[in-house]
């Protein structure tokens, strides 16, 4: 669910989970361990990074945060620190976010709340379940 704000000029064109992000040489990222879904032996989990990227185009300086619901959407699981970043006429921008030491309680589809400039712009589910669940064969986040 994307909730574009009409006031400014900023899209998201996607958003991805995974372990880790490095920097190139090159000032590419490279991302690590993909995933669209956590499926684990026993809970609670505990992640010791996840990352998410944020790929936006549009024009103007803007604020970010990202935060995680827990599936009742009442409990932050993790929320983090506002980070600015810039995108430039007819540009790009990444913005990635990791989060350290995240627990993860209860089995459910978790929500990534994107926010800019402290107003939601956009949500993402995030399954987490045990093994013993039936595990999401397709996504339409992933072809």
């Known amino acids: 669910m994307i909730m574009n704000q009409p006031d400014i000029n900023l899209n998201l064109d996607y958003t991805m989970f995974c372990e880790d992000v490095r920097v190139e040489a090159s000032n590419q990222l490279s991302l690590m361990g993909v995933i669209h879904q956590i499926v684990v032996p026993q809970l609670p989990v505990t992640l010791f990074k996840f990352a998410v990227v944020n790929h936006w185009r549009g024009e103007g300086e803007f604020l970010s945060e990202v935060r995680i619901l827990a599936p009742d959407r009442m409990k932050s699981v993790a929320v983090s620190q506002p980070a600015s970043f810039s995108v430039v006429d007819g540009g790009y921008a990444d913005n990635v976010t990791v989060f350290v030491n995240t627990n993860f ?31 999401v064969t397709e996504s339409s986040q992933v072809n």
Do not use: H, K, W
Request: no cysteine.
């Open 105 to 135: 309680f209860e089995p459910g589809n978790y929500v990534v709340q994107t926010l800019v400039n402290s107003s939601l712009f956009a949500e993402r589910i995030l399954p987490i379940m045990r093994v013993d669940q039936q595990a």
